[in-house]
Every structure is written in C-alpha cells, then in structure tokens.
C-alpha cells in the first residue's frame, strides 16, 4: 500500500485546500454534525453551485456533464479535505451519489442532457425509492407495481425509509411490472417527478428529533416509459449499480469517533477505569484497521483500478463503533445520561443525539447481516445462503 499522495495528488490537495479555505470556515467542536431545516438546504444548494463553478463537482465526470474529467484518487483527495470543513453536502448525497450515476449508465442521451447538468449543479436533487414496508432489506421483494397503459406505466404501491423524499424533485423507483417472473427477474426502473399528481412524501419523525425519512406513496403515478431505465423486467441489473454507489456514499460515519469520547473521558477522569481504557483500545484497534482498509481502496483507485467488495467492512465498523462509544459516554453521565439538551449536557448533547441516530445508520446501505454476506461470498469466498425462491414466481411466493 502506497502511503503517500503522489505528485500530481499532492498538487490537486493544496489547490483544493485553497478553494475550500476560501469559501468555508473549518469545523470545530460547534460545528453541527447534522443539520437540517430551509436556511441549511438553501445553502447546500449554494454550495454544490460553488464547487460546480470552481470545477470540484463529481471530479471524476466529464467536463461536458459540468465535472472536471479528474481522476478517481482526485475525488478521493476532494472528499478528505472537504470533510474537514462545514460543508452542506448532505442533500446532495444520494443523487450525485447513486441516482445520476444510475441515469447516466441507463439512460438515453436525452435523459443525461436533461438531468445530469442540474443536478451538479445544485439545481434539482434526487432521491432513491427502493424500501419498502414489507421487503425491509430484500430489494427484489418490493411490490410497488407499475402496469403498462399505451405509452405510459401506471404505478401504485408505497416505499419507506427514503431519504429526503420531502425536498427532492426527481428520484428513481424500483417497481415490479411482472408478478409471475421470479422476484429478481420482474423488476422495472423509472425517472419519477416527485412533484407530480399521486406521488406523497410523508416524512418519519425519527427517535433522534430528525425527520430525513420518509414514507413515499404512489397512487395511479403515470410514467411515460420514455423515462424508464433499463430493458422491462430487466430493474435488478439496474439496481445493483446503484447498490454498488451506495455502499461507498454511506461507508463512513460522522462520528463521534474514539478521539472524541477519549478527550470527554480526560476531562471527566473516567480514563482512571482500567475497563473504559480496554474498550478505547478496542475503538482505536477497529478504526486504525479501517483507515488501512480505506488506504487498500485509495491505492487500487490511484492506480486505475476498480475497489473491491471490501468497501462493506466500512459501515459496519463505524456504524457499530458509532452506538457503541455514544453508549459508553451516555453511561459515563450516569442518570444525566436520559437528558438530550444541547445548551446543558456535555458535547452539546452529540453523544445523545448520535446514539438514538446511530441504529439508523446500520440499517441505511444494507443492514449489517446484508454487508455480512456479502463480505463473507464475496471477498472470503464462502458459500452462499441457501435461497429457495429463486425460481418461483414472485406471485407464488408466501407473504407476511
């Protein structure tokens, strides 16, 4: 593994350095961890624009999508310095992230002239509409259907747990359009506007106080099949690439991370217990083999190759490590612990508030058994589950 940013890389780094110095201030122990709210969109938006503008927006697209036609290591560098500063990226996330890339490997040449530009720049944001209330994490569960009507698909059904559903315009939908194909087989792609008659974005009040989640229903949605995605029937092959993309959006956490609850434990004189120091090593140990793991990624991106599966160790260590240390310091604070007040309790309350977000964070991506099997048929090349359905007819399949 190659250490070190490379001369090029280390010339990308500072001019990134020095765009990012000049229009955002550096975080520190204020800065929001999770903001939200119409000032916070409004400013993500005037943001994404910036970095559009400066040539910082999808790095690695071509430059006559509005990207810089960069290298992989290029966006790679970016994401570690802007990380670094308090930039409103998390609107943008998903649509940059796994649906414009989906559109721009499926789509016609008309949908990327439409779409793709906009949403780099900040104009239109996206959201990703597979969940649903009954298939939980088996994505070729869903029963959305969508029903052939002349030019048009007609689409009833309801998705849940869709972020940002309540402030996107577009958004791609995985519907079923054969029931008596077997689940994998019958699934179809769409562009929906998510502004258009019978489409309803209900946003969850989550434990945490956020409300980032929604319950989106579809109730005789008319889609032109113009705006479908992918061959008819043909929506796994299509929902794996986005699958793939956001496995590597949600790979990292925000934290706190175990330099965070290491400081509060200095100042609260818990690092005299000999049981608190054995977990921080645990932490330490646990994000120290993540970091190697990211270094594995970055070193195949900077020689032109394409990361493996590993990318799932991810989450599954900083979502885990997440609810684990937010436990431990909310058990420090003995019976304080309960009280979720920013203006009184220690780190304005983020060991509160990332703790009930946390649990959040295993399940978006992939649950945690998901990324298991994955890691466990894909890169230590077990065997896998046993799956019976997969030759029956999804019309056959029992429910409930």
Known sequence: MDFNDTPEEAEFRAEARSF????????????PRRPSGEDFLKRAKDWQKTKAEGGFAQITWPKEWGGRGGTAMQQVVWNQEESRFEAP????????????????????DEHKKRYVKPALMGEEIWCQLFSEPAAGSDVAGVKTRAIKDGDEWVINGQKVWTTGAHFSDYGIVLTRTDPKAPKHKGLTMFIVDMNQKGVEAKPIHQASGGREFNEVYFTDVRI?????????GEGWKVAIVTLMNERLAVGGS????WKEIMDYARD???????????????WYVAAQGYSLTKFRT???LSRGETPGPENSIGK???????????????????????????????????????????????????TDEILKNIIAERVLGLPQDVRVDKKVPFEELKQG
């Not at 990226?89 to 016609?108: D, Q, R």
């Not at 609260?268 to 645990?282: I, M, Y």
């Not at 431990?328 to 009280?339: C, F, K, N, P, V």
């Open 268 to 282: 609260t004189g818990s690092l005299s217990d000999q049981a608190f120091r054995e977990k921080l090593a645990d």
């Open 20 to 31: 990012l110095d000049k229009h955002l201030k550096l975080k520190d122990a204020n800065s």
């Open 316 to 366: 599954i260590i900083t979502a885990n490590q997440l609810q684990d240390i937010c436990n431990s310091a909310i058990e420090m604070q003995d019976h304080y612990g309960i009280m979720n007040d920013a203006d009184t309790m220690p780190a304005n309350a983020l060991f509160q508030q990332s703790f009930m977000w946390a649990p959040g964070l295993r399940i978006a991506g992939g």
């Open 89 to 108: 990226t998390g609107p943008f996330a998903i649509g940059l992230g796994m649906c414009v890339p989906t559109v721009i490997a499926f789509g016609s």
């Open 298 to 300: 970055q070193t195949a």
């Open 224 to 232: 032109p099949d113009s705006d479908r995605l992918g061959d008819v």
């Open 254 to 257: 925000p934290g706190p991370d």
